[in-house]
């Protein structure tokens, strides 16, 4: 399975962005899919989950109301749309995906076993 992201950029504060996650290859065994961020000096946290089959869907507190992800299943692409950034949105956005059935622990514990290489997301004005 191969994950590639697009989307990331300079946005000022309050703006919006989406991001998008193009999976290629047999993901017969991909029950979840996820989008992780990491900001400089700072661990790997998971930012919105989903379980693709069941559509359960988890998110960080920090994006509750803010950040949604939807996904077109022709195109094999998930999407992050993102609202009302803020600086500490700011860092590399990866995609995953993975075999865990509950995205709640893929989120909690970045349980992906596929990565994309990550897109840029820097809030600034």
């Known amino acids: 399975v191969q994950l590639v992201e697009s989307g990331g950029g300079l946005v000022q504060p309050g703006g919006s962005l989406r991001l998008s996650c193009i999976l290629s290859g047999p993901f017969l065994d991909v029950n979840t899919i996820g989008w992780f961020r990491q900001a400089p000096g700072k661990e790997r946290e998971g930012v919105l989950c989903?379980?693709?089959?069941?559509?359960?869907?988890v998110y960080a507190d920090s994006v509750k109301g803010r950040f949604t992800i939807s996904r077109d299943n022709v195109k094999n692409t998930v999407s992050l749309q993102m609202t009302s950034l803020q600086p500490e949105d700011t860092g590399v956005y990866y995609c995953a995906a993975a075999s865990q059935w509950n995205p709640r622990l893929m989120c909690g514990q970045a349980l992906g076993d596929y990565w994309g290489q990550g897109t840029q997301v820097t809030v600034s004005s």
């Open positions: 989903l379980n693709h089959r069941t559509l359960t869907t």
